[in-house]
């Protein structure tokens, strides 16, 4: 069984940067496809970035240009890079492990306890 802690989170000020990290614990990650998710307050959670286990990445058209998913399989973890954040960025960041298949990332059941990200001047 895979266990998934976020970490990084926190209060920044509009046009700041995160670093979001995903460790996971129990198992290796390098099959899986790794997704980062976020819910904000009032909102349906979305897909915001996933990367394939070849490395293939692919974002929401909100965030690109802006934000960087990596991974790192040698120490199982996964990353989003955030910059020039904006206020409607604010949200509870969830990593997940999931499958890419026919061009689409499917979520499976592994979740992590997600990270408050807060854009605010």
């Known amino acids: 069984q895979v266990q998934l802690v976020e970490s990084g989170g926190g209060l920044v000020q509009p046009g700041g940067s995160l670093r979001l990290s995903c460790a996971a614990s129990?198992?290796?990650?390098?099959?899986?496809?790794v997704g980062w998710y976020r819910q904000a307050p009032g909102k349906q959670r979305e897909l915001v970035a996933h990367?394939?286990?070849?490395?293939?990445?692919d974002y929401v058209d909100s965030v690109k240009g802006r934000f960087t998913i990596s991974r790192d399989n040698a120490e199982n973890t996964v990353y989003l890079q955030m910059n020039n954040l904006k206020p409607e960025d604010t949200a509870v960041y969830y990593c997940?492990?999931?499958?890419?298949?026919?061009?689409?990332?499917?979520?499976?059941?592994?979740w992590g306890q997600g990270t408050q990200v807060t854009v605010s001047s």
């Open positions: 997940n492990l999931g499958y890419y298949t026919r061009g689409t990332y499917l979520a499976a059941d592994y």
């Open positions: 129990g198992n290796t990650i390098s099959f899986y496809a």
């Open positions: 990367i394939t286990s070849e490395n293939l990445a």
